[in-house]
């Protein structure tokens, strides 16, 4: 055999240079063989030889020899260490060209001879578009769609390209979403479905392809697909299930293309995708909670969803998990709970629908991710509410979950919320008794803490705490404020030339507040407060000027 195949590339170097058609063919012939008996040693030989460079003048659009050329290359580069021989041979700006030809079997070699070329390379790939490769493979997709193996071809090179961000608006300035939608509704296959889902769901990350698929009526096919395997048990159908509702969540991401499926709430899909929070299947409850989520980024759509009484199916929902306990599920209809709470009409309706009261089922929970929605959605809820926050501020098992949580170092996320959390019960309730619970829970530490914060809204949110704390209840905190070194952290945050405006102004009240009591006013007089707070009298903002010219003449006055 290598015989041989040393023999043909020999008479494959000759014949090229007379290009007499007859001898190149029979030399194809033979390479194309020993290709097939030994792939590897063939292609090194073939290196070896210096035949590579050959092939790009025998790559000739209307030669017979071109179908087999392309299969020789594509077979060769399915060798790693011959993928960049081949770039180099010059073997990609040809075959590009090929891409435009008419015949079935050139365009099949074709494809699969860039395909191993480029494949596993970002950078190739990248060369392929720049070429203008995504227009001409979305074209044939268009003319040749009843041919099983182009098509194929064409689905896994998108599916490669897709992956690319530099691909994504080239194929947004195609029609690939109606033609991807057109092949869909065509499949009866499983694989088939799954290969059309593959190149989808890259493309469905760019927002303008979003609203190009719910244009093009992807989602009439994806609510389809559901309804045919939601009772399905093959393990095809749960998959395919799983996918469908996973690409509609998708398509919910662009702000377009949600507020066209959401119609004004009247839409036909906003109420499909409504009925599967009810469904019995796990993965159509988790979508159906996540599209509401999706659905609930804009107060009018939020306000619409309200009033029409969702409110209640993500509570059974969540209900029917306090014990099956599926985690992604808690956390989507919690995350559908905090959107839905943002808007002031809702807080007050979801408040008397019981949101809070089920929200809390969950404080056991030890799903960081649960804990975040939770303590997110009840920050949103108490919001403005005066009376709720009373309700969940005097809440001994709440305000200790959230002095646990405040302590929750390896979850930064779940931290931050609990004390954003704590702070909000304090500033929306203004009352003694829940001061009163966040002083026993051990709570006060956590927000001196918080005042130090590298997050301008978090120092402020603590500092107003602090501030009602030592206005309703100074006896009662003093010694968790000399314990956490309240004055010290003043004292910085009062000489920081960073500290916004805010937090300076609230950082003075606070020390006014605190000269009450006889340890914390020992530590403001050794800290000569005075110095800082005077230069503070000529701050550009009034507020803060006059904050510190009335602290200053508290300061004289009690020193």
């Given at each position: 055999m290598a015989d041989n195949l040393s023999d043909a590339l020999k008479k494959l170097k000759l014949?090229?240079?007379d290009s007499t058609t007859d001898s190149v063919e029979s030399c194809l012939d033979c390479l194309l063989k020993a290709l097939a008996h030994n792939n590897a040693d063939a292609s090194e030989k073939i290196q070896e030889m210096g035949v590579l460079p050959l092939l790009p003048t025998l790559l000739a659009p209307q030669s017979s020899c071109t179908p087999k050329v392309a299969n020789i290359i594509a077979e060769v580069a399915k060798n790693e260490f011959m993928r960049s021989p081949c770039v180099e041979a010059g073997l990609i700006p040809p075959l590009v060209q090929l891409l435009h030809s008419k015949d079935h079997e050139v365009l099949l070699q074709t494809g699969r001879a860039l395909g191993n070329i480029c494949y596993d390379s970002h950078s190739l790939q990248a060369q392929l578009i720049n070429m203008g490769v995504i227009p001409t493979l979305v074209k044939l997709l268009g003319l040749h769609s009843d041919n099983t193996a182009l098509t194929e071809m064409c689905l896994i090179a998108f599916g490669n390209l897709a992956e690319l961000e530099s691909s994504k608006e080239q194929f947004a300035?195609?029609?690939i979403a109606e033609e991807l939608v057109r092949l869909f509704q065509r499949q009866a296959e499983h694989e088939k479905k799954e290969m059309i889902f593959e190149v989808l769901a890259p493309l469905a990350e760019n927002d303008v392809i979003k609203l190009q698929l719910v244009e093009a009526g992807l989602v009439e096919c994806l609510l389809d697909v559901v309804v045919h395997t939601v009772d399905g048990v093959r393990?095809?159908?749960v998959a395919q299930l799983k996918t469908a509702s996973d690409l509609m969540v998708l398509l919910l991401l662009g702000d377009e293309s949600m507020q066209k499926l959401f119609e004004g709430g009247k839409g036909s899909v906003f109420q499909r995708?409504?009925?599967?929070?009810?469904?019995h299947n796990h993965q159509l409850q988790l979508a159906g909670a996540l599209a509401i989520a999706n659905f609930a980024r804009n107060d009018g759509n939020c306000i619409h969803m309200v009033e029409s009484g969702i409110v209640q199916k993500l509570l059974e929902l969540l209900d029917r998990h306090v014990d099956e306990g599926n985690v992604t599920v808690q956390h989507a209809a919690l995350s559908a709970l905090r959107n839905l709470a943002i808007p002031v009409v809702n807080k007050a309706k979801m408040l008397s629908a019981g949101v809070s009261d089920t929200v809390l089922k969950f404080l056991p929970s030890e799903m960081p991710p649960v804990q975040f929605k939770l303590l997110g959605t009840l920050r949103m809820l108490i919001d403005t509410q005066a009376d709720a926050a009373d309700q969940l501020g005097t809440n001994g098992k709440l305000v200790e979950r959230l002095v646990e949580w405040c302590e929750a170092k390896d979850h930064a996320g779940v931290m931050g919320e609990s004390n954003r959390l704590l702070s909000a019960l304090i500033r929306h309730s203004k009352s003694k008794d829940v001061v009163k619970t966040v002083?026993?829970?051990?709570?006060?530490?956590?927000?001196?803490?918080?005042?130090?914060?590298?997050?301008m809204i978090m120092q402020n949110e603590a500092l107003v705490a602090l501030g009602l704390?030592?206005?309703?209840?100074?006896?009662?905190?003093?010694?968790?404020?000399v314990g956490a070194g309240l004055v010290q952290v003043l004292h910085k945050l009062l000489?920081?030339?960073?500290?916004?405006?805010?937090?300076k102004y609230n950082s003075m009240v606070i020390i006014c507040a605190v000269m009450g009591s006889e340890p914390l006013h020992k530590e403001v007089q050794g800290l000569a407060f005075i110095d800082v707070v005077s230069k503070l009298r000529s701050h550009e903002n009034k507020t803060v000027s006059h904050q510190a010219s009335l602290t200053e003449q508290r300061l004289t006055a009690q020193s």
């Open positions: 014949a090229s240079a300035s195609t029609n393990e095809e159908d995708v409504l009925s599967w929070v009810p469904s002083i026993q829970g051990a709570g006060v530490k956590h927000l001196v803490v918080m005042a130090t914060s590298e997050h704390i030592a206005g309703l209840d100074l006896v009662g905190a003093e010694k968790d404020f000489s920081d030339e960073m500290s916004a405006p805010e937090v």
